[in-house]
């Protein structure tokens, strides 16, 4: 007989059970360790998010301590206020020192005045501050003053000179006033007065009302004292000296020499020196050394000469 006949049927319900159980506990170990592989993959997925976040956190704090490091090199209000007044203190010591004291003073645009003239009208120095001491109003106040300067400028030219440049009044002719001369410009305006006679073309005729120095000479014929202007602007264009004028309300008597005149209208004689005609008679005249005699100037612009004065 089998061992297996011999097996009762207690026996092999117990053994089955046995059999089961087992199984059951194998099932277990793979139920368990399937569910260690899904927390495993649970956890590494976590720790990988945990990661990324560290390091979105570490990027955080580093922009930070940088920000912090920037604020703390950049320097605050008062010590920028600080090193403003230190720069501004330096420059104005230096602007103080030696390096600015005047040296040199330039004039320009002078012509009556010499350098040294102008310079003492305008008690300029030499030695003094360029920056603080330079005075620019009252050198202009006092250069104004005189008729003869008609505008002036001041200024600096760094690092030690004074610039002077002034536009002078030109005299062309003087008046008779009694034994004095008016030294008068192209626009009437009274120069000086003086008891020598100048060499300019010297003025006879008006009768002078108001003499005041840098102002046009007042006269009793203000019409004739015009053209008597104009005259002596074309006179000055067109190359033409005349010693004397004498003026009438008519004719002008003008003379070339002493012996020598031209008698015209003002605007005929005007005219001809405006056009060059008197210029070419003049020269024609001097080519034959002829210096006595009359030129009269008609009014359609002619010029007719007799020896005769």
Known sequence: ??????????????RSRERNA???????????AGADNIDSKERVTDNFTETVGDESTLDEIEKRREKRKRKLK????????????GILIALIAFSMSGFFTVDTIDVQGNKY????EIT????????????????????????????????ARVYRRLPSTIVINVTERIQIAAL?????YLII????????????????????????KK???GEQVGVSNTDLFKNLLSLLGSMQSGDVYFTKINVTELFITANVYDSLVVRSKYKDLKDTIDKGRLHKVLDELFKRNIKRGTITISSDGYASFTPEL
């Open 185 to 208: 410009d192209g626009k009437g305006t009274l120069l000086r007065i003086t008891n020598t006679k100048p060499k300019l073309t010297i003025v006879t005729g008006f009768k002078v």
């Open 113 to 116: 005045y010499t350098d040294e």
């Open 74 to 85: 950049k320097p605050g209000f008062f010590t920028r206020v600080f090193i403003v007044l």
């Open 176 to 180: 008779t006033y009694g034994d004095q």
């Open 120 to 151: 003492n009208l305008a008690h300029a120095t030499t030695g003094r501050n360029l920056i603080y001491k330079l005075n620019k109003r009252q050198m202009l106040k006092y250069l104004e003053k005189n008729p003869y300067i008609e505008e």
């Open 1 to 14: 007989m089998s061992k297996d006949n011999n097996v009762t049927p207690e026996l092999n319900n117990k």
């Open 22 to 32: 087992v199984a059951g506990n194998a099932d277990e170990v793979n139920t368990v």
């Open 211 to 213: 003499v005041e120095l």
